[in-house]
């Protein structure tokens, strides 16, 4: 997607181990939102940033945490990889106002075995 | 809490067919109600937001719209690209642009 980018797109990693998911945006915005979508839930957010070291957490944040260091990348890190946590990670962005909605990524599809 | 359940949860529609879909929500303070649409694979992509209580949206052949409980997305003689999920989200009273997504529907129309 234009202005985003997730990296990776797919990766199996071991229960236990930590694993760092990037999302890159070149379109200056403020707002960045990480959410995971599961059959039955829907996408659910996880954590979220307002600005470079301000974040906060969402409502499934529990083994999850996050870093923004620069207005164009925040990671989300999971400290250590349990089966639950297989999903499809999306990153968003979104400019201030937010009448436009959030511009997703193409998502990073996770699985704990 | 705010809370978006989507109606139904699969619709399959002969090509031509119109149809509407259902978002229900209760909300603290409606910012915005967004829909969006999303293809097998792909991350969501923004369709429309609304604001307020009798407020329509066109796009194509989709037309969103909006009442205190409620918005529908109806679709006027659907095509196959149409199929896709659809997602329902809202935006509370709270600050940040936080959005809570409904569980979408999945159209499908054939040929």
């Known amino acids: 997607d234009a202005g985003i980018t997730q990296s990776p797109r797919h990766k199996v990693t071991e229960t236990g181990t930590p694993v760092t998911l990037r999302c890159h945006q070149t379109?200056?915005?403020?707002?960045m939102y990480w959410y995971r979508q599961d059959p039955g839930h829907g996408l659910r957010l996880i954590h979220y940033?307002?600005?470079?070291?301000?974040?906060d957490k969402g409502e499934v944040s529990d083994g999850y945490s996050v870093s923004r260091s620069k207005t164009e990348d925040f990671l989300l890190t999971l400290e250590s990889a349990t089966s639950s946590q297989t999903s499809v990670y999306f990153c968003a962005i979104t400019a201030a106002g937010f009448e436009v909605g959030y511009t997703f990524g193409s998502g990073t599809r996770l699985t704990v075995v | 809490e705010d809370q978006v359940t989507q109606s139904p949860e699969a619709l399959r529609l002969q090509e031509g067919e119109s149809s509407s879909l259902n978002c229900s929500y209760t909300?603290?303070?409606?910012?915005?109600l967004f829909w969006y649409r999303q293809d097998p694979g792909k991350g969501p992509e923004f369709l429309f937001t609304?604001?307020?209580a009798g407020e329509e949206k066109e796009k194509e052949r989709l037309k969103a719209t909006l009442t205190k409980k409620e918005s529908f997305l109806h679709i006027t003689a659907p095509k196959p690209e149409d199929s896709a999920t659809y997602l329902c989200a809202v935006q509370g009273g709270t600050s940040y642009g936080k959005l809570t997504f409904g569980q979408g529907t999945i159209l499908t129309v054939h040929p």
């Open positions: 379109e200056n915005h403020r707002y």
């Open positions: 609304l604001y307020s």
């Open positions: 909300v603290s303070g409606l910012r915005g």
């Open positions: 940033s307002y600005g470079v070291k301000d974040t």
